[in-house]
């Protein structure tokens, strides 16, 4: 298979990290971002030593500042100039309500609002590509989401906020919009995956310290990061989804229906809309 370039959001640590070192094995080209410029290096230090590769890089984005977003991007686009697969994989949970730079609940600003903004901005390279992908990790947890789109900047306040539910709604956002990109843009490939239960750390980072335990006490019966990495990189690089879009799959990549409200055409083209508003409004 040619080289491909793949940028991965999230990629120093966990399914992103996994899934960085199958592509770099395979011979592709690499590049991980994420929020933190030393443990990128650091990921990016330890890949190229277990691979023996030298064609990874990484590039700073920070999700939760639209600026930052847009400079990497720009950024990107400078450096590397070509793009064929993006993989959103990042990812935040929290069980207490916090803000993004930009005013927003944390958990959709990350797991969605950043990544549709840094998508957009990478448009015209995946159009450019021969086949251009785009894989966004959604989760089992979109079927109990749901989308008001009056509590996406926190005013009910902390002492109604629910990490839980506010994971769910952001995770049915991906759905969402994995499905109106299919929409717009049918000549990249665009879907969403579920990639099982990982043991990441993505419940030790932003919660309290029971909820950490109890993560920590519950991960031996967890798949482990390299089974997590097995969905986004089916959904990369196999034929076998050469021409699929706006579908979502699960841990053992197959095709499976999403939720309810994730499959309203209406739904995701509001989404769609109040995204686009909110990320001009706040250039």
């Known amino acids: 298979m040619q080289q491909q370039t793949i940028l991965i959001t999230g990629g120093n640590d966990g399914i992103g990290r996994a899934t960085a070192q199958v592509l770099l094995e395979r011979g592709h080209r690499v590049i991980i971002a994420g929020r933190s410029k030393e443990k990128l290096a650091a990921a990016v230090a330890t890949l190229r030593y277990r691979t023996n590769k030298e064609a990874i890089d990484w590039l700073y984005c920070d999700l939760a500042s639209l600026e930052t977003v847009r400079e990497a991007a720009s950024t990107f686009t400078t450096q590397f100039g070509k793009l064929d697969v993006l993989i959103n994989n990042a990812g935040v949970f929290t069980n207490e309500l916090q803000y993004s730079e930009d005013g927003i609940e944390l ?14 901005l990478l448009l015209p390279l995946l159009k450019a590509a021969p086949a251009g992908r785009i894989v966004n990790l ?54 969403c995956l579920h990639p099982g239960v990982i043991r990441t750390r993505i419940a030790n980072k932003e919660t309290r310290w029971f909820i950490s335990l109890f993560w920590n006490l519950y991960k031996p019966f967890m798949r482990s990061t390299r089974c997590g990495a097995r969905t986004p990189l089916y959904l990369a690089m196999s034929p076998e989804v050469r021409n699929v879009t706006g579908r979502y799959f699960d841990e053992r990549q197959c095709c499976r229906k999403p939720s309810m409200l994730a499959r309203d055409p209406e739904l995701a083209h509001e989404l769609w809309e109040w995204s686009d508003v909110m990320t001009q409004e706040m250039a």
């Open 138 to 191: 959604a989760s089992v947890a979109h079927f109990h989401g749901k989308l008001d789109f009056e509590s996406l900047t926190g005013e009910d306040g902390p002492e109604c906020y629910n990490g839980l539910e506010a994971y769910a709604r952001s995770k049915l956002a991906n759905v969402l919009f994995t499905r109106e990109l299919a929409r717009r843009y049918p000549e990249i490939e665009s879907n």
């Open 107 to 120: 958990q959709f600003a990350v797991n969605h609002l950043g990544h549709f903004l840094l998508t957009k």
